[in-house]
């Protein structure tokens, strides 16, 4: 079974700062993917950002970056340089394939709260 | 493109009564799939085809129904709601064959109040 761990309910971050919201994953597949997805208060997914387990450089989208460590099982978000439209929640999300099919897990969210 | 799209946006039910979310994307998707989203407990998988005519069983299916006889089409039935249905539900559909990194697209959500 897989399994994602946001242990972070909430977060707060000084504007033009960053900030790293955690997130652990348990699988026992080798190949799988990992996903971050934004939230804001208006309810749409967004996909920030994406990492293969096989990747072996960091994921970097703009002023995301995923911060992977296999050996640890994490895959932590990294937002530099924080602006007020950060506000949201953020999911952690993994995909493996599974029985010929592809499965997706959430975590639980963390709520990030950019404060001017 | 539309993407993907959900209706209604917001519904009201009685407890006991029954309703269809739809959702349609024009991605020409295999995947599409159904989440619902509840405080503190992040998304979790409903139900989920990976074409026309093939569906099966997510994390919490009891009480739901789903049928997929488009590639466009994937309604979410609710047969006889509950005050535990209460909800946001969002659909999301992806390619199938492309990799494990080809990301989902959600739906805007429907939210369900069921009293």
């Known amino acids: 079974a897989q399994k994602i761990t946001q242990t972070q309910p909430g977060m707060f971050v000084q504007e033009k700062e960053a900030v790293t919201l955690d997130c652990t994953y348990d699988?026992?597949?080798?190949?799988?993917?990992l996903f971050w997805y934004k939230q804001p208060s208006s309810g749409e997914m967004i996909f920030l950002i994406y990492q293969g387990s096989y990747d072996e450089q960091n994921a970097t989208e703009g002023r995301y970056s995923l911060n992977f460590q296999k050996a640890r099982k994490s895959a932590n978000l990294v937002i530099s340089a924080s602006q007020l439209g950060d506000s949201a929640m953020y999911f952690c999300?993994?995909?493996?394939?599974?029985?010929?099919?592809?499965?997706?897990?959430f975590g639980i969210g963390t709520k990030l709260q950019v404060i001017p | 493109n539309a993407g993907v799209t959900q209706t209604p946006k917001f519904q009201v039910l009685k407890t006991g009564q029954s309703m269809t979310l739809q959702c349609a994307q024009d991605m020409n998707h295999e995947y599409m799939s159904w989440y619902r989203q509840d405080p503190g407990m992040g998304l979790r998988l409903i139900h989920y085809?990976?074409?026309?005519?093939?569906?099966d069983q997510g994390e919490v299916p009891n009480g739901y129904n789903v049928s997929r006889s488009t590639t466009e089409d994937f309604p979410l039935r609710l047969l006889s709601a509950a005050p535990s249905q209460t909800s946001v539900y969002f659909c999301?559909?992806?390619?199938?064959?492309?990799?494990?990194?080809?990301?989902?697209?959600f739906g805007p959500g429907t939210r369900l109040l069921v009293l």
């Open positions: 699988t026992s597949d080798q190949s799988y993917g």
């Open positions: 999301a559909s992806s390619y199938l064959g492309r990799g494990l990194e080809e990301t989902q697209y």
């Open positions: 085809s990976v074409g026309a005519g093939i569906t």
């Open positions: 999300a993994m995909r493996v394939h599974s029985g010929g099919y592809q499965k997706v897990t």
